[in-house]
């Protein structure tokens, strides 16, 4: 294969991303995919009928998870004059909403370490996807209607396409090539992260800010700024001072950086932290 020769030109972008999807679509891509109870965690804290009780029942099956829930309801930002000890304490003392977000997120966060944590990619996708979850979180403080909870989310989820391409990669020698493979996540790991989400019933507003991630030149006509603007404007202030190509991208060529708020506090960025209760991977 001629290094000089353009990828484009090596390999059939197209088709690669229409068999990824088609394996999404028909649930045959073995990955690591969000865990059971997450996804019934989710379904109960959106049903009208729902209660602490049960969703505190689908998380107690989950021994890492129930755990989890326990430490963040008392973790600072949390904490109030009692101590949590049950899981059903601590749903009621999180709420529904940030119940079935930490549960998620949670579960995003152990998808990647059991899809290969020691990995190179993986580690930088996990370290990248948790700076940008950050930044999502505190910037959407700023921004009301938008919910931080859902914000963090979204950063944590963003990059997840590639998950599904290094899969894919591992049976096709044509992609081995690092040139080649880097290639084929740039071009299509926000459309195989989009099918994806829409795999795991994610709302449409993340899986739309999740398509259109990449695309810095995104314009819209309201006034303020909505989930991908958002997550435009926390990839841009994650890769400035980087290496990273896009580092060298203009403020003024990324409209969305006009309608979200520059700052983003540390207090916040340590808040969003806990939430999920990041750590190192592997």
Same mark, same amino acid.
């Given at each position: 294969m001629d290094a000089a020769e353009p990828i484009s030109d090596q390999i059939d972008i197209a088709a690669i991303a229409e068999r990824i999807l088609a394996l999404i679509a028909g649930n045959r891509l073995v990955l690591p995919g969000i865990p059971e109870v997450a996804h019934r965690i989710r379904q109960a804290a959106a049903d009208l009928d729902g209660s602490a009780a049960r969703i505190a029942a689908i998380a107690s099956g989950d021994p890492a998870l129930a755990a989890h829930l326990i430490k963040v309801s008392n973790s600072v930002n949390m904490r109030r004059e009692q101590e949590i000890r049950s899981v059903l304490a601590a749903v009621m003392r999180l709420g529904f909403r940030l119940t079935a977000m930490t549960a998620t997120s949670f579960s995003i966060l152990q998808m990647m370490g059991a899809a290969g944590g020691r990995q190179p990619r993986v580690r930088a996708l996990y370290q990248h996807?948790? @700076?940008?979850? %950050?930044?999502? #979180?505190?910037?959407? %403080?700023? $921004?009301?209607?938008?919910?931080? %909870?859902?914000?963090?989310?979204?950063?944590?989820?963003?990059?997840?396409?590639?998950?599904?391409?290094?899969?894919?990669?591992?049976?096709?020698?044509?992609?081995?090539? &690092? =040139?080649?493979? /880097? %290639?084929?996540?740039?071009?299509? $790991?926000?459309?195989?992260?989009? @099918?994806?989400? =829409?795999?795991? $019933? #994610?709302?449409?507003?993340?899986?739309?800010?999740? !398509?259109?991630?990449? +695309?810095?030149? =995104?314009? $819209?006509?309201?006034?303020?700024? /909505?989930?991908? +603007?958002?997550?435009?404007?926390?990839? #841009?202030?994650?890769?400035?001072?980087?290496?990273?190509?896009? @580092?060298?991208?203009? !403020?003024?060529?990324? &409209?969305?950086?006009?309608?979200?708020?520059?700052?983003?506090?540390? !207090? @916040?960025?340590? =808040?969003?932290?806990?939430?999920?209760?990041?750590?190192?991977?592997?």
């Open positions: 996807s948790v @700076a940008v979850g %950050e930044h999502c #979180f505190a910037l959407a %403080e700023q $921004h009301p209607p938008l919910v931080p %909870e859902d914000a963090l989310l979204l950063g944590l989820v963003h990059d997840i396409g590639t998950l599904p391409i290094l899969q894919y990669a591992r049976q096709q020698p044509a992609l081995q090539a &690092p =040139r080649v493979l /880097d %290639e084929v996540i740039r071009r299509l $790991h926000a459309p195989v992260g989009a @099918a994806l989400l =829409r795999a795991w $019933h #994610f709302p449409a507003a993340l899986v739309e800010a999740v !398509e259109a991630h990449e +695309d810095w030149q =995104r314009d $819209h006509d309201g006034a303020g700024p /909505d989930y991908t +603007d958002l997550l435009i404007a926390a990839n #841009f202030h994650v890769y400035r001072g980087t290496s990273h190509p896009l @580092a060298a991208v203009p !403020e003024e060529a990324v &409209p969305a950086l006009a309608k979200v708020a520059p700052a983003a506090t540390r !207090e @916040a960025m340590s =808040r969003a932290r806990q939430l999920c209760g990041i750590g190192p991977l592997g």
